[in-house]
């Protein structure tokens, strides 16, 4: 079964500073799909980042970045010149596999909580 | 980009009372999914489907019943609705092909008293 888990409950920043964010997962499956997404003050929630497994380079999207080590089952977020428009809950999901029973299905994280501050 | 529009946005109901809760994804998106979104919990997953007439079970599935009519329209039944069902509830879809990045509604609170 596909776990993800996310350990920091919340972090605090001054900004235009870079903030990591960190994401372990759990899966039998070679090949995978690691999401990172964000929750804004409204509760809208919005796709930030994808890291495919079977890709060694680690993805890069303006400001934000993974860290993605495999051996570790680790996929972190990296936010480089915070803004105080960055203060949001970050949730980190996985879907695993092409075919069978879990097909489609996209587990989360309990999400971490970022707030930037001036 | 992808819309996905939930309805109703806010919802009281007594304990025992039907619920249904609507989600219409206007994109031609194969996947759609109900969450629950409670603190502590983050996102869990109910029921997804991966097109009309078809239904997964999620992580969540007790006390929830869905449909997908079809592949704009999926619809969350809460049919003896309970206290602990009182949760903000997002429906999602995801793009065409299989990396399944999900587009996520505005979301539906809803309290049963």
């Known amino acids: 079964a596909q776990k993800v888990t996310q350990t920091q409950t919340s972090i605090s920043v001054m900004e235009k500073t870079t903030v990591t964010m960190d994401c372990v997962y759990e899966?039998?499956?070679?090949?995978?799909?690691l999401f990172w997404y964000k929750q804004t003050a409204s509760g809208e929630i919005v796709f930030l980042i994808r890291?495919?497994?079977?890709?060694?380079e680690n993805a890069t999207v303006g400001h934000y970045s993974l860290n993605f080590q495999k051996p570790k089952s680790s996929i972190g977020l990296i936010i480089t010149a915070t803004q105080i428009e960055d203060s949001a809950v970050y949730f980190c999901?996985?879907?695993?596999?092409?075919?069978?029973?879990?097909?489609?299905?996209?587990?989360f994280g309990h999400g971490t909580i970022l707030r930037v501050h001036p | 980009e992808a819309a996905v529009t939930q309805s109703p946005r806010n919802k009281v109901t007594v304990t025992g009372g039907n619920v249904t809760l609507s989600c219409r994804q206007t994109?031609?998106?194969?996947?759609m999914y109900w969450y629950r979104q409670d603190t502590g919990h983050g996102l869990r997953l109910i029921h997804y489907?991966?097109?009309?007439?078809?239904?997964q079970i999620g992580d969540v599935p007790d006390g929830y019943k869905a449909t997908r009519t079809t592949q704009e329209d999926f619809f969350l039944l809460l049919e003896l609705a309970s206290p602990s069902q009182t949760s903000l509830y997002f429906c999602?879809?995801?793009?065409?092909?299989?990396?399944?990045?999900?587009?996520f509604g505005a979301g539906t609170r809803l309290s049963v008293l």
């Open positions: 999602a879809s995801s793009d065409p092909d299989w990396k399944n990045t999900l587009y």
């Open positions: 899966t039998q499956d070679s090949s995978y799909f």
């Open positions: 890291q495919d497994s079977y890709k060694k």
């Open positions: 999901a996985m879907r695993e596999g092409y075919t069978g029973a879990n097909t489609g299905k996209l587990t």
């Open positions: 994109n031609s998106h194969n996947y």
């Open positions: 489907s991966y097109g009309a007439g078809n239904l």
